[in-house]
């Protein structure tokens, strides 16, 4: 015990003249400027770390975009159309916004390398992040079109995709992601080769085909959550077929059980507080959270909260804190996983129709972007108890996908909807900006001579996938070595402390032993 004293004397005499050398090179190096402009390079210091933030205060810079097969049919391209067949404008204009086959989300992989698209022609569409971009530096870049890589055609309408959640791109295995439509069981792809790489099927109570609604992987991406009406299944990834397990959500005994076709899914990552709790949303407006096991833990009471079904979980990078959305309804509530017996805050957004509209978090968790249907994405401060920063137009038709980059200051959104009468979509004196050059037609009452300068201008298109670069700034700051040497230093003394309680009662066992042997 005397050694172990000593031991310890000494570990905490170095552990502080170590923190005394550590403290004052902080404080030598406190003279570096914290912020760092976008044009320059962080700083790399061994005693700071940098990190990003962004400036939604200067306008959003478009980059790269993708319009014609969106709103053009095949193997048809306007500019080259002759006069003859179009007697006026106007008929130009209804043949060009006959074709709507529009957007319905955007996702971007874990690793930011590609980027996933859901449209109405019940196509998956892979689009590569363009070399151009991949630098980081996009003052002089002018906006040009990408083409998708890979187009994955399913035979219905898709109701929900999503990527794994540990792509790797030197690993071609991992480079897979899920989709499931109507009356078609679970696929998953290679997003290399566009191939069907595994089938998983969900059945009803008479072992019949059941399509799922929603999916999702879990936090270590081994299994796989699908969401059904009353009732979600999971599925092991390395065992396509029919499922490990079906949860029950539904149960006339329990009035705090989940009704409805379940709509979407929550995973919180293993790092976070709420590792290993999967949030649930259905259709008739409720929320509960469950464990792995299917045991449901909580119910959200949401029929105060949102007016229509929830289309969208999410949670906070740290786990403490539920976002969630829904359809015809214009709130995004925060839910406090301490304290879930009403939201924390809300935010308003402009929903009001049945389309799923996304949101994301920036890669620090500090701003939140939503999609709305006024064809725009709005900016909310968490930090701030979601207060709006600002408010974006940036399509000429309902936002309806945004992703932002996981590393870069990119975000990514796509824009359509449906509509019934495209003669009433526009307005006659929208007409000539609709269609027309990037510098505008001129004025000119010569019917011909409008039917010559005209161009599509990809910034008036409705259905439309655009990637914008958000202002950012570099920060810096340092590590904060008294708390991790004083945490360190605590370690040591508590696995002394349990080595010599453990020596002690070695010590003493003998004692008793050796008195129980004489005796």
Not at 85 to 110: E, H, M
Not at 203 to 232: H, M, P, Q, R, W
Not at 259 to 266: E, H, M, R, T, V
Request: aromatic share 10%; proline share 3%; glycine share 4%.
């Amino acid at each position: 015990s005397i050694n172990q004293s000593e031991s310890i004397n000494q570990s905490e005499s170095i552990n502080q003249s170590e923190s005394i050398n550590q403290s004052e090179s902080i404080n030598q190096s406190e003279s570096i400027d914290n912020e760092i402009t976008a044009n320059q390079q962080p700083l790399y210091d061994q005693n700071y770390y940098c990190y990003q933030v962004f400036d939604f205060e200067k306008p959003l810079k478009l980059l790269s975009y993708s319009v014609t097969e969106f709103n053009l049919k095949e193997n048809e391209d306007i500019s080259k159309t002759s006069k003859a067949s179009y007697n006026n404008l106007q008929a130009k204009i209804d043949r060009v916004c006959s074709f709507n086959n529009y957007f319905r989300g955007v996702k971007w992989s874990p690793d930011g390398s590609c980027l996933l698209t859901n449209s109405e022609d019940n196509t998956i569409r892979i689009y590569d992040l363009p070399e151009q971009l991949r630098s980081g530096s996009y003052d002089e870049l002018q906006p040009f079109e990408c083409n998708a890589a890979l187009k994955c055609k399913e035979g219905a309408t898709i109701h929900d995709y999503c990527w794994f959640p540990y792509i790797d791109s030197s690993l071609p295995e991992t480079y897979c992601f899920l989709t499931t439509c109507r009356d078609h069981p679970i696929h998953l792809w290679d997003a290399c080769s566009g191939t069907i790489i595994a089938t998983y099927k969900g059945t009803n109570n008479v072992f019949e085909l059941d399509s799922a609604i929603s999916l999702t992987f879990n936090s270590n991406g081994t299994k796989i959550i699908a969401g059904f009406e009353k009732k979600f299944e999971i599925f092991d990834i390395k065992k396509p077929g029919k499922s490990i397990l079906s949860v029950n959500t539904n149960s006339n005994k329990n009035k705090q059980s989940q009704k409805g076709i379940l709509s979407c899914f929550a995973v919180a990552s293993d790092q976070s507080a709420a590792k290993g709790l999967i949030a649930v949303g259905s259709y008739a407006k409720s929320i509960a959270i469950y464990s792995e096991s299917g045991t449901q833990t909580w119910f959200l009471n949401t029929y105060r909260s949102h007016r229509g079904g929830i289309t969208q979980l999410k949670y906070s990078y740290d786990g403490y804190y539920l976002y969630s959305g829904a359809r015809c309804d214009s709130n995004i509530c925060c839910w406090d996983m301490r304290n879930l017996t009403s939201p924390l805050f809300k935010m308003k957004r402009f929903v009001k129709n049945n389309q799923r509209y996304q949101f994301d978090f920036d890669p620090t968790g500090r701003f939140l972007l939503t999609a709305n249907q006024d064809n725009s994405i709005r900016v909310f401060d968490l930090s701030a108890s979601g207060k709006l920063i600002k408010k974006i137009n940036v399509h000429s038709d309902a936002v309806n996908g945004c992703s932002i980059h996981p590393s870069l200051p990119l975000v990514a959104t796509t824009s359509g909807q449906r509509h019934f009468n495209s003669e009433k979509f526009y307005d006659d004196n929208e007409i000539d900006s609709i269609v027309c050059d990037e510098n505008n037609i001129k004025s000119t009452n010569n019917e011909q001579d409008k039917l010559d300068n005209i161009n599509l201008n990809y910034m008036q298109m409705p259905n439309a996938l655009y990637i914008w670069k958000i202002e950012s700034n570099w920060l810096s700051a340092p590590y904060n070595f008294e708390t991790h040497m004083e945490d360190s230093i605590q370690q040591k003394e508590n696995l002394l402390n349990e080595q010599s309680n453990e020596q002690s009662n070695e010590q003493s066992n003998e004692q008793s032993n050796e008195q129980s042997n004489e005796q």
